[in-house]
């Protein structure tokens, strides 16, 4: 069983930058396969980033260049950095552990973007 655990949300005007953490309780850590998503009022959840167990990132198209995945598996903790936030970044922003079958989510951290 991982708990996830966001935290870094906030309100920061256009062009600012944000970091997301994503703390993991529970053991094994460092085997799950780790994800970003978003989800913004009246659309679908939105995969953003994800980084393996062994540190492959693959972002989407819509925040490659500006977002960044990381992952310490010594805090049991994986990271997006935000950078050249745009207003329509606001969203609920979600972490996901996956490993194999098993998935599991955090409660998630809200982004504004406004000015």
């Not at 655990?5 to 799950?32: D, H, T």
């Not at 009022?41 to 167990?53: D, F, H, V």
């Not at 997006?80 to 936030?85: A, G, H, K, T």
Request: charged share 15%; glycine share 12%; with cysteine.
């Amino acid at each position: 069983q991982v708990q996830l655990v966001e935290s870094g949300g906030g309100l920061v005007q256009p062009g600012g930058s944000l970091r997301l953490s994503c703390a993991a309780s529970g053991s094994q850590f460092s085997i799950y396969d780790m994800k970003w998503y978003r989800q913004a009022p009246g659309k679908q959840r939105e995969l953003l980033a994800a980084i393996t167990s062994g540190g492959i990132t693959n972002y989407s198209d819509s925040v490659k260049s500006r977002f960044t995945i990381s992952r310490d598996n010594t805090k049991n903790t994986v990271y997006l950095q935000m950078n050249s936030l745009k207003p329509e970044d606001t969203a609920g922003y979600y972490c996901n552990a996956a490993w194999g079958p098993v998935n599991y989510w955090g409660q998630g951290t809200q982004v504004t973007v406004s000015s």
